[in-house]
């Protein structure tokens, strides 16, 4: 019997016109973008097959913003960078974010860092001394990219390298300022017994503490690139670059040239150091974590095409990290967008696109007439409309009744064709043949399910985002998860992703996931979120248009109610004769 | 000022009746409806819903209330000089059945009244 269904698979796989995609792009987008977890050593290997498909691609122009609040210092230093990269026009504020997944480097750490990386949402990982094989990745990875990042790359990949120098630095000082005056000038010193130990315990604590902390925080696969710089970031580094520097001024100065003998003061003098750089930690941690946690706007997120909208609280962010907050959910809030389904049926179109023919009688003159004419044309069509809406409602009406028609054809099959397997118990005992594996079982019951199934596609127009492959790797899941029929083909949760447009994220990955929008926007893009901001996110077909709201302040009055004021009476309406 | 408070008084009117004995009962002949202890929303015959004033709901034909020429829906302001807009259903009744008294004088207040004033006044 199972090699008869197997036969009318094939069979059916001619006339029903799906896709079926080769098995290894299937395969390939499996292992899907978007893990944040941070990575170790493995980081080395770079997913080269999804570099063009998932959500990875790194470029865009980068504009000069006038009004950002990033310190000018280091926006100078930048410029300096920059200015052999500079793509584009000036003055014009549209740039592009590319969405995520690829260990890219942002162009935003520029020099001055913490004591390790610091860069959160953008940085790639670095895994202690492997500066020199990110970069390899990087550039092996640049060469893929489009040609007018590869520019912006290796400013980025130049400012990243820069900050992890100096995010070496801050580490090591302490340790060099406990160990050159060992190395120097070891016998002039006094000897230092119980404390100086104590003290060696705590920088080595703290140092480890400082060390996880910073890759707890900073050593995460940056989501997406930004367009621009981060002020906070930025901020941070060149606040740990100035700490540093005047540390080693004052050692300098102090200790080194007049050789210090006092071995205790200079170990706490680095112990003050490291104490210096977990408070700059703490400060990173609230400016880049927690400020933007508290809800303070109400994003409202608006498709273009088809009117969906959404609404989202976000803390306070700047427009860029609103943006790519908006398109993280949007892949998972927000239905597919089908193009076919936005357009009025052609019955009720056609007959709108039929023209009018307007006559003239008698002699008038011919620029009155035209005028006239134009205004009758309108007028009469204005008038016309009236009739189409009705046609248009009887035609959503009857594609509603044609819908559950189905539906309800494709329910019934697939409870039906569920009855046909049964998952083996131990204690049966069955002919090897008739055992089958999931993938198996799952070609097996499509047969009896695939016309039903492509008859109520067709009806609501998913047939191109369902390809008989996913069809039949999603059967497969539910085989092997013994999910019920209803699940399956009905009302639970994997059930309305062929019943209802399902969110985005779950179709297959080479499709549906953007590799590119665009940010438009009418404010510099680090500008923080205001109230009545407003700034639309492109992609070619549609886009999505986000307006920021303020959640209003709200004033919370207290009323004590004693709980023994409940009290009741019957409403009365007595008559009494006199 | 003058002139409203003439106006004011004029809307109402005053209604003698004389207690009809009945066996050990002397009654007047209406039913009263009303009282700052009763649900005022319920009044079928006030303009203003939260009025809680005394009502008469029902008059008997033939009896001393009619004849006296009380009205359904007159709103019963005071009896004997005493107020009757601010007190219980049981007050009331209580105000208006007194045994020792064989003639009440009712200050009354009629909406066909108001009305009637109103329009005198506009013409």
Known sequence: ?578 | QYSVILTFLSFQQRIEIHKLRQGDNLILGFSIGGGIDQDPTQNPFSEDKTDKGIYVTRVTEGGPAEVAGLQIGDKIMQVNGWDMTMVTHDQARKRLTKRNEEVVRLLVTRQSLQKAVQQSMMS
């Open chain 1, 1 to 578: 019997k199972i090699e008869s269904l197997k036969v009318t698979v094939d069979f059916l796989k001619v006339p029903l016109g799906l896709k079926k995609p080769p098995l290894k792009e299937a395969l390939a987008a499996v292992p899907g973008p978007g893990r944040p977890k941070p990575l170790g050593v493995e980081r080395h290997k770079p997913r080269r097959s999804n570099t063009m498909d998932n959500e990875s691609q790194y470029s865009g122009y980068s504009y000069k913003s006038g009004h950002s609040r990033s310190s000018r210092k280091h926006r100078d230093r930048r410029d300096r960078h920059r200015s052999k990269s500079r793509d584009g026009s000036r003055g014009d504020k549209s740039v592009t974010i590319q969405a995520p997944g690829e260990p890219l480097l942002d162009n935003e750490s520029t020099r001055g860092d913490e004591r390790d990386d610091n860069w959160g949402e953008t940085t790639t990982v670095v895994t202690g001394t492997s500066e020199h094989s990110i970069s390899h990745d990087d550039i092996t990875r640049i060469t893929k990219d489009m040609e007018d990042s590869a520019h912006l790359d290796c400013s980025r990949h130049l400012g990243v390298s820069l900050a992890g120098a100096l995010a070496l630095l801050a580490f090591l000082t302490p340790l060099a300022f406990m160990l050159l005056p060992q190395l120097l000038w070891r016998e002039e010193l006094e000897p230092c017994g119980t404390p100086c130990e104590g003290l060696f315990i705590s920088v080595a604590f703290k140092l480890l503490i400082l060390l996880l902390g910073s890759w707890a925080l900073f050593f995460r696969r940056p989501k997406a690139f930004f367009p621009r710089v981060f002020v906070f970031r930025a901020l941070l580094m060149v606040l740990v670059f100035l700490l540093v520097v005047s540390y080693w001024l004052f050692y300098g100065v102090r200790i080194l040239d007049s050789r210090d003998r006092n071995y205790q003061g200079v170990v706490q003098y680095a112990v003050s150091l490291v104490d210096a750089l977990l408070f700059v930690h703490y400060l990173a941690v609230v400016l880049l974590e927690l400020r933007q946690l508290q809800p303070q706007f109400t994003l409202k997120a608006v498709r273009s095409a088809d009117g969906t909208s959404r609404f989202y609280n976000v803390g306070h962010l700047s427009i860029q990290r609103a943006a790519v907050w908006i398109l993280e959910n949007y892949y998972h809030d927000f239905p597919v967008y089908n193009p076919a389904l936005l357009n009025l049926p052609k019955s009720v179109l056609s007959k709108k696109m039929s023209g009018f023919k307007v006559y003239s009688l008698g002699e008038e003159n011919t620029t009155n007439n035209s005028t006239g004419q134009s205004r009758a044309v309108i007028a009469a069509a204005a008038r016309r409309r009236d009739n189409s809406h009705n046609e248009y409602y009887y035609e959503e009406a009857e594609h509603e009744r044609r819908v559950r028609k189905r539906r309800a054809r494709l329910v019934v099959a697939v409870e039906e064709a569920f009855t046909h397997i049964k998952r083996l118990q131990e204690e049966d005992q069955k002919n090897p043949r008739e055992i089958m594996d999931p993938r198996e079982a799952a070609q097996a019951i499509f047969a009896s399910m695939a016309r039903a199934m492509q008859k109520y596609l067709r009806t609501t127009k998913q047939q191109p985002y369902h390809t008989m492959e996913s069809i039949l790797q999603h059967l497969e899941f539910c085989i092997t998860h013994d999910m019920t029929p209803k699940v399956r083909g009905g009302h639970g949760q994997a059930g309305p992703r062929y019943l209802t447009a399902g969110p985005t994220i779950q179709y297959h990955k080479d499709r549906w996931l953007a590799k590119q929008w665009t940010l438009v926007s009418e404010e510099p893009v680090t500008n923080g979120l205001k109230d009545g901001v407003v700034f639309v996110l492109k992609r070619q077909d549609f886009s999505l248009v986000v307006s920021a709201k303020k959640i209003p302040f709200f004033k919370l009055s207290e009323e004590f109610v004693d709980p023994k004021s409940h009290k009741f009476v019957m409403r009365l309406q007595s008559e009494t004769s006199v």
